[in-house]
């Protein structure tokens, strides 16, 4: 198994990567696309972000323990929302032993994921969807593993789409203001933001 796993020191987001390649060119198990916030922090609300490939718990949930329970003690249980996964099963089998699984429909973030560890404690980690654009999961990963951020995973997930909406409504009056004479025909159709027009800074998850 191939892990990528992030402690940023800074607001940029980790590097999602695929498995490495076999001698034989196949495909190998992708990457666990893990960020956490820095070692020794105190996080306010999340301990960092995980974004699987699939909703199938029973597949994801093996990868992300193999690589907690050295970091953070044997994880013995996890709850989640059901909202976000079509199947929840009682139990999941992980490495040399086997995590319990629950779940709060309205009493748990809808996206976030709680882990219990038999020794040392609780961990809570944003779900990125699977489906999620690569940009757009850099910044939920960088975001989540922020020791200093006091947003819920809902609320990240909501920063997240705003941002993503208005860095297209950039690409779009660029294209349009580009597609009319850009300086010679005047003014453009979207003003600057940052003082960079119609690109992402480093605060949105898309960009042209």
């Known amino acids: 198994m191939t892990a990528t796993i992030s402690r ?27 960020s956490l916030a820095p070692a020794g922090s105190a996080p306010l609300l999340l301990d960092g972000a995980w974004w699987p490939h699939s909703r ?9 323990a193999a690589v907690l329970d050295p970091l953070w003690g044997r994880i013995t249980r996890v ?3 059901p909202a976000q996964w079509p199947v929840v099963p009682r139990k999941v089998p992980v490495a040399g032993h086997v995590v319990k ?23 809570n980690l944003l779900v990125v ?19 200093r951020r006091a947003a819920t995973a809902t609320r990240l997930m909501a920063d997240a789409a705003s941002l993503t909406a208005t860095a ?12 009319e ?19 992402a800074t480093a605060d949105r998850p898309e960009g042209a």
């Open 8 to 34: 940023p020191t800074t607001s940029e987001g980790p590097t999602a990567s695929e498995g490495p390649t076999t001698s034989e060119g196949r495909r190998s198990a992708p990457a666990l696309r893990l």
């Open 79 to 81: 709850t989640l929302n």
């Open 101 to 123: 699984t629950g779940w709060f429909r309205f009493e748990q973030d809808a996206h976030e994921l709680l882990l219990l560890s038999y020794h040392v404690g609780r961990w």
């Open 56 to 64: 199938d718990l029973t597949a994801e949930l093996p990868a992300l």
């Open 168 to 179: 297209r409504v950039d690409r779009d009056g660029m294209a349009v203001w580009e597609s």
């Open 181 to 199: 004479g850009g300086h010679e025909a005047g003014t453009p159709v979207v003003p600057a933001q940052d003082g960079v027009t119609g690109a």
């Open 129 to 147: 969807p699977p489906q999620t654009s690569p940009a757009t999961a850099a910044w939920l990963m960088a975001a989540a593993s922020d020791p």
